[in-house]
């Protein structure tokens, strides 16, 4: 339900204004709040700022966060309305960096420290981009971060990145079909027929897949994705 609201603004709004609709009648006040907040959405939208004037109020909604990046979860807006986490962001990050490079500009004179660790960050991000991994390692990367994450799967807004400079956030979303049937493929290549687990009904074929020593750990936590995005019995 987390993104309903923001994805459906216009439809929501047209549904609970229509001449008899039932949502008015079951949940008066609650369709009031929406109308209020698209009413704000929309004022919002008709104000207009430029580059320059957002990116100096980033610049001091940094200094306000102990100059530090605002995190992709912040609920910090710009007056413009769009939300503040994330405009530090892979489209955005160069086009901020000239801007803050650029000979006699204003940004650096008024936010110098601020400007300082966004051009740190910026180089550092640029070296990472250098990085090659193979999708083995990205993917034991992901799984060593979902051990540490309580054997839960990264959720979308997740500050974490692979060691390329990804963000992790969005791997499992973006590659659930790709992760299964490669990390079936390893165990399966790896097996070890002394001690044979069968996993069942995975994806769209059965694949038998042996006991893997030295990796049970990973093995587990591949059983767990692949049952959360499957929804079907795992037998081992």
């Known amino acids: 339900m987390g993104v309903y609201w923001n994805n459906?603004?216009?439809k929501i709004y047209e549904m609970i204004i229509e001449e008899g609709n039932p949502f008015v009648e079951q949940?008066?006040?609650q369709c009031k709040?929406?109308?209020k907040e698209y009413n704000n959405y929309q004022e919002k939208l008709e104000i207009k700022i430029t580059d320059e004037e957002k990116l100096l109020e980033y610049l001091q909604a940094m200094k306000d966060n102990d100059n530090k990046i605002l995190p992709s979860i912040s609920?910090?807006?710009?007056?413009?309305?769009?939300k503040m986490g994330?405009?530090?962001c892979v489209k955005n990050k160069d086009k901020i960096y000239k801007m803050i490079i650029a000979e006699d500009n204003p940004f650096i004179v008024q936010y110098k420290e601020q400007c300082e660790v966004l051009i740190k960050e910026f180089n550092n991000y640029q070296e990472k981009l250098e990085i090659k991994?193979?999708?083995?390692e990205k993917l034991l990367e992901y799984l060593q971060a979902i051990?540490?994450?309580g054997n839960k799967i990264l959720f979308q807004r997740c500050a974490l990145s692979f060691s390329d400079g990804i963000q992790m956030g969005y791997y499992w979303n973006s590659n659930k079909d790709k992760i299964i049937i490669k990390s079936i493929e390893e165990l399966y290549n790896e097996r070890?027929?002394?001690n044979a687990r069968l996993i069942d009904n995975i994806i769209l074929s059965v694949i038998s897949v042996d006991n893997v020593p030295d990796r049970e750990d990973i093995r587990m936590y591949l059983c767990e994705l692949i049952s959360g995005y499957n929804q079907k019995t795992i037998v081992l």
Do not use: A, H, R
């Not at 609920?75 to 769009?82: A, E, L, N, R, Y």
């Not at 991994?133 to 083995?136: A, D, G, H, K, M």
């Open 8 to 10: 459906k603004k216009d």
């Open 27 to 29: 949940y008066k006040n």
């Open 33 to 35: 709040v929406l109308i």
């Open 75 to 82: 609920k910090k807006v710009f007056s413009d309305g769009t």
């Open 86 to 88: 994330i405009y530090w």
């Open 133 to 136: 991994i193979t999708e083995e």
């Open 147 to 149: 051990k540490e994450n």
């Open 192 to 194: 070890n027929s002394e």
